[in-house]
């Protein structure tokens, strides 16, 4: 079991920065892989960014590359995704999620890969 709870969200302008962060508690609140994923009004849920357990390997979505870092710190059991240059098509409400069956060096990007997720976190950005 992993509980996650995400905070960091808010209102910025466009090219401001926000940092995110997950806190995760729980048995196995070190051993998983953790991933961001966010969903807009009308649109699925997508892929942001992931990182493997021990912080090693990270994956991002072609939208935030070179804008967004995912990293985490497993002696504090924090998760965090640090974003840059945010734009308005990256309002949305953020999810940080938690996949305990990926091994090592796994770093899974697809929603289905994860079972625990947070409540989300809003953010909105204005241009």
């Known amino acids: 079991q992993v509980q996650l709870v995400e905070s960091g969200g808010g209102l910025v302008q466009a090219g401001a920065s926000l940092r995110l962060d997950c806190t995760a508690s729980?048995?196995?609140?070190?051993?998983?892989?953790a991933g961001w994923f966010r969903q807009a009004p009308g649109k699925e849920r997508e892929f942001v960014a992931a990182?493997?357990?021990?912080?090693?390997?990270?994956e991002y979505a072609d939208s935030v590359k070179g804008r967004f870092t995912i990293s985490r710190d497993n002696d504090k059991k924090m998760v965090y995704l640090q974003m840059d240059s945010l734009q308005p098509e990256d309002t949305a409400v953020y999810y940080c999620?938690?996949?305990?069956?990926?091994?090592?060096?796994?770093?899974?990007?697809?929603?289905?890969?994860?079972?625990?997720w947070g409540q989300g976190t809003q953010v909105t950005v204005s241009s």
């Open positions: 999620a938690a996949d305990v069956n990926a091994i090592l060096y796994t770093v899974p990007i697809t929603a289905r890969q994860y079972d625990y």
């Open positions: 990182v493997n357990r021990n912080g090693v390997n990270t």
């Open positions: 729980g048995r196995s609140s070190n051993r998983f892989a």
